[in-house]
């Protein structure tokens, strides 16, 4: 009974190609989250939606898209990879926007030839 | 723009002391804190969340104090484990906006 799960758990790809990873949560949420780990574990926040709706976008490329097709799924789909997208992403997911706790799902690793 | 420091960047202890990790901010009109644990290879766990009217909480072993006006969080853990053995990580969500800003931990070791 994984409260956040995400997949794949590895991802190993080549330059150019387009990906997706995929999140869900089983906890009732209305707001889910992705997350960037650089190589020096530096935690950055990409999206955020609420209830399917994008809340937090921040400064990242557009050859990432994320997409809810409800509120208990938030996939994110990479185009034309690049070196540089070699990280964990980590899906989360909390009751609200604001106030409350985060859970997080397992990451996936993702490594780019 | 806040900013998040953690020190210190790791910590190297024997069982059974007690420890203080400690969590600075720049911008003090923040909504909440919060301290998670992250295993190696891992996902984070939420360990404590202090909303900013807050002056702490605690959960076991584990107690985390707010100072606002001072732009300082820290965890303290008492009687520490081989078991507590992990990256601490604290987020910051500032008010308005509710992005988080993490810092970038502070790598624990307990040896027994």
Redo the contacts between chains.
């Keep these: 009974d994984t409260a956040?799960s995400q997949t794949p758990k590895y991802l190993v790809t080549q330059m150019g190609n387009d990906k997706s990873i995929k999140c869900e949560q089983n906890l009732g949420h209305d707001t889910m989250y992705w997350y960037k780990q650089d190589s020096?574990?530096?935690?950055?926040?990409m999206f955020?939606y609420n209830n399917k709706e994008l809340?937090?976008n921040?400064t990242v490329p557009n050859r990432f898209s994320p997409k809810s097709p409800d509120k208990a799924h938030l996939n994110l789909h990479i185009n034309s990879l690049e070196l540089g997208d070699s990280a964990v992403y980590?899906c989360?997911s909390s009751q609200g926007?604001?106030?409350?706790?985060?859970?997080?799902?397992?990451?996936t690793r993702l490594l780019v030839l | 723009k806040q900013e998040v420091t953690q020190i210190p960047a790791a910590l190297s202890v024997p069982e059974g002391e007690n420890l203080v990790l400690n969590c600075s901010f720049t911008d003090s009109a923040i909504y909440n804190l919060q301290w998670f644990r992250q295993d190696p290879g891992k996902g984070l766990t939420s360990l404590l969340l202090i909303q900013s009217s807050q002056r702490e909480q605690t959960s076991g072993r584990l107690n985390a104090s707010l100072d606002k006006s001072s732009g300082r969080s820290t965890l303290y853990i008492a009687a520490s484990q081989p078991g507590d053995s992990a990256t601490y990580l604290c987020a910051v969500r500032t008010g308005g906006s509710y992005i988080p800003t993490f810092g970038r931990g502070t790598s624990l070791i307990v040896h027994p």
Excluded: C, D, N, R
């Design positions: 956040v020096k574990k530096f935690l950055k926040i955020s809340i937090i921040e980590f989360a926007s604001g106030q409350e706790t985060q859970y997080f799902g397992p990451g």
